[in-house]
């Protein structure tokens, strides 16, 4: 099915939404009133809703460019010498990312089960898991990480490390201070 491209006001519309939100889920974490993101952007509910059917593609429309750079990261790393450091390079770049907005972690160990297959964070949350997979694999076949870890599981733990850290009030920190202990348990031999 072909798809329209979207009138100036519409375009418009759909911009200021995102903008909005993205300050409404920076201030309020990722449970901001839709309503409230609404009437902050100067438009009616029902026009958030035609934008975005679903508070996830809303928050997957916020998040994209960022996923977008983090998947290319997960690229350049791949070239890096040091294949272990190469990974927790970019565990740490993932986890400062998705420290903002608060909740980001959640949402995404959320969308990696089987019911988010088709949407916009479901498809995010894999593409994740792929960089995050191809990143580990070569860890594995460097010998600097254990090879039964699975990349879904270590997106998991990561993501855990991000809630947990969250309501610290050293955020960075706790987070430099789990992936150490994470990467002490990854290490093969």
Wanted: glycine share 12%.
């Amino acid at each position: 099915m072909e798809t329209r491209p979207m009138r100036a006001d519409a375009r418009r519309n759909y911009e200021r939404l995102v903008t909005t939100a993205r300050t409404a889920f920076t201030e309020h974490g990722t449970g901001a009133s839709l309503d409230e993101i609404a009437r902050r952007a100067g438009v009616g509910s029902g026009t958030l809703y035609r934008h975005f059917p679903t508070r996830d593609a809303l928050l997957h429309a916020v998040l994209r460019e960022r996923i977008d750079g983090l998947l290319g990261h997960a690229d350049a790393l791949l070239a890096e010498p040091d294949a272990e450091a190469a990974l927790a390079r970019w565990l740490r770049t993932y986890l400062a990312g998705a420290s903002t907005p608060r909740g980001t972690c959640t949402v995404i160990i959320e969308a990696m089960g089987t019911e988010w297959a088709g949407t916009g964070l479901g498809a995010a949350a894999g593409a994740i898991r792929t960089a995050l997979g191809r990143l580990l694999d070569r860890a594995q076949r460097a010998g600097a990480v254990r090879a039964e870890v699975d990349p879904g599981d270590l997106l998991r733990l990561a993501n855990a490390i991000g809630v947990a850290s969250e309501r610290t009030p050293d955020p960075g920190a706790c987070t430099d201070r789990m992936l150490t202990l994470l990467f002490g348990g990854l290490r093969a031999g």
